[in-house]
């Protein structure tokens, strides 16, 4: 009896053992502590959006009416590590395809509350007013706390096929404390809903529909491409974002409308640096070559032609010559 239970205890201290060697080797799995945030207070800061997109820096068919260059209100949510309204290279919801294609943000909000409630990874919703040109700048304020210390949003170019800047998962917590001041640059995103390739072209629904992916100087790698500047290694920021920390306690309700004090004047007043980014002429295939023409018996000549697709900007290169001609023997002699 007493070997039985000397078996027995012998059994379960092994089991013991196993376990805790299992437990101790997950213990030991690296775990990332970039997004464990321990503040022990609330942060609120200001955002402020600004404008960068001007006929310098972005020539190319640059919008200038039907409409002009602008930008669509902010959508802003603050949130947990297990949360994205959207993420480069995965596949846009359908309210970031309506709120990116159309600027309807109605399913967008429905789902980000959804999040919400579902999952609890989102703590706050928050938007700022439209920018009515290429250039200017918006402004909000939001708040934030340790389990939900991070910010996402979106914000539509207008007029685009399906086109936003945006910035995704932005930890404004480090360690115990939170950050300050951030400014970043932003570029342009595709939604990966529609295959325009211009700020004016129809809606041309992409089927199957594409992942999110950076639009670049040189992707598309297309002629036709709004963005495409194949001399620049890479876009110049088309907006950018700063966010400052409030130090202040008061309480402040969040603009829905634009006013004199959360939206600046659009115009180059605000640039930092005037951006002049050169724009080369481009130019059609030639025509076929034309008719010989010339008198029986003596040497002729033959013309092409080619038409100006865009006009040179910003010191970019000149247009080559049009017109061209070739000598020939005129075919209508007897």
């Known amino acids: 009896m007493e070997r039985m239970e000397s078996v027995s205890q012998s059994h379960a201290l092994q089991w013991f053992t196993l376990i805790l060697t299992l437990l101790s080797g997950i213990g030991a799995m690296p775990v990332s502590v970039d997004s464990v945030c321990s503040a022990t ?68 909000i429905k789902e980000v509350e959804a999040a919400g409630e579902r999952i ?17 700048q ?34 404004l ?15 342009p995103y595709d939604a990966g809903t529609d295959s325009g390739f211009t700020f004016s072209s129809p809606n041309f629904e992409t089927i199957p529909q594409d992942k999110i992916t950076q639009i670049t100087s040189s992707f598309p790698s297309h002629p036709a491409n709004s963005f495409f500047y194949p001399r ?32 600046i004047p659009t115009g180059n007043e605000i640039d930092e640096s005037l951006i002049n980014t050169p724009l080369d002429c481009e130019v059609s295939v030639w025509s076929p070559w034309g008719l010989c023409k010339g008198q029986c018996g003596e040497k002729g000549v033959r013309h092409r032609t080619r038409y100006i697709h ?23 002699c007897v």
Not at 120 to 136: D, H, I, K
Not at 173 to 187: M, P, Q, T, Y
């Open 41 to 108: 207070s609330t942060a609120k800061y200001s955002l402020t959006f600004t404008g960068k997109w001007s006929q310098t820096a972005f020539p190319k068919q640059y919008p200038v009416y039907r409409p002009p260059a602008q930008w669509s209100p902010l959508i802003g949510v603050t949130h947990s590590s297990d949360y994205h309204i959207w993420q480069k290279n995965e596949y846009a919801s359908n309210g970031v395809r309506e709120f990116s294609e159309k600027g309807e943000a109605w399913t967008l």
């Open 120 to 136: 609890q990874s989102v703590y706050g919703l928050f938007s700022t007013p439209a920018v009515l040109g290429g250039t200017g």
């Open 138 to 171: 918006t402004t909000t304020e939001f708040e934030v706390y340790a389990r939900h210390s991070f910010l996402s949003f979106i914000m539509r170019i207008v007029p685009s096929p399906d086109w936003f800047v945006g910035v995704d998962s932005l930890n």
């Open 173 to 187: 917590c480090e360690g115990d404390h939170w950050k300050e001041n951030i400014s970043l640059d932003l570029f």
């Open 232 to 263: 620049l290694k890479h876009l110049p920021p088309i907006a950018k974002v700063t966010l400052t920390k409030v130090k202040t306690k008061q309480i402040f309700n969040l603009p829905i409308e634009p006013t004199q004090s959360n939206q």
């Open 310 to 332: 865009l006009q040179p900007a910003n010191n970019g290169a000149a247009c080559p010559p049009l017109e061209e001609e070739k000598a020939c023997v005129p075919d209508n």
